[in-house]
């Protein structure tokens, strides 16, 4: 089998690229095929959109999508300005013959919203990079210092280019603490705004994975999620993980993280302020199985019937049919 890829998330410094970049790499490690980095899928038996924005409306072969969440139909009133664009873009993904999902959280919401059969969606969890693991001493001694970090420190971890309501970064900053936060992640002018928060800016991987192993806490304060790697790289390097009870959340790590509700800020804070270690192992699931899982969606979206709205399987190419 021949699975075309669209790579092209795989720059973006958020969830998207990570799960482009680390699920790309495990399909060429543990696949029966081969994959090819192209949005262009001609000459391939599977094109592969790993973001809503690569979706086609005419794929020439069966195509699988991933849908990370849907938010912009969950909270139609925050993305009245983009709602032809991502009309556009929830039409191409109706038309896909298999939609991976990384919650059955976000299955359920593409079946209400989307009105996707459920035999059409398939849940996938994601997972780790193996460079998430608790750092040595010295590792997190010289991030300390690179970055300016206090001794004991409540850690968020995200993306800061823009405002993001969702995050509630904001809000965050501004609640009463006893602990010193740090905010990891690349960020934009909005944040010289926030009060009393330490700001590192864009790290590497394994200098993330040494703030995780330093950190009192991750706080993860978002009222709406797809996933959130976050909570799982937390655990994976040795951080307690308090955040606010939202379904996917809550689906990927109960018994694993504390919970409090959604409009409990201050509940949140004090929750993480008074963490301890060790933190919950965390979930077992490795990018090796989301893999060899994702090859079994690519078989059967190989195997599926043409008659699928919008996705029409490739018509033989003349090689074909001489060898045949």
Known sequence: MRVAFDSRPAANHGGIGRYTRCLLGALRENGPGDVVESHDPRRVDVFHAPWIDGALLRSPVPMVVTLHDLIPLNRRGEYLRSGIRFRLRYLAVQRAVRVIVPTRAVAEDAIAHLGIP?????????????????????????????????????????????PDLLRRVAALARTRRAMPLVLAGQNGPWTNALPDVTLTGGVSDDELAAIYTGAHALVFPS????????????????????????????EMLDGRARFVAVDDLEGLIAAAEAAVRPAPIPPPWTWRDAAEKTWEVYQEAAAAPPVWRGARRRRPRTADVEKA
Do not use: M, N, Q
């Not at 420190?153 to 280019?161: D, F």
């Not at 799982?232 to 993980?241: D, H, K, T």
């Open 223 to 250: 009222d709406d999620e797809g996933f959130g790697l976050a909570p799982v790289e937390a655990l994976a390097c040795g951080a307690p993980v308090v955040a606010c009870d939202v379904p996917t959340v809550r």
């Open 118 to 162: 459920a035999d059409r969606l398939v849940v996938i969890a994601e997972a780790t990079a193996p460079t998430f693991h608790p750092r040595s001493d010295e590792e997190v001694d010289a991030v300390r210092k690179r970055y300016g970090l206090p001794s004991d420190y409540l850690l968020w971890v995200g993306g800061l280019r823009h």
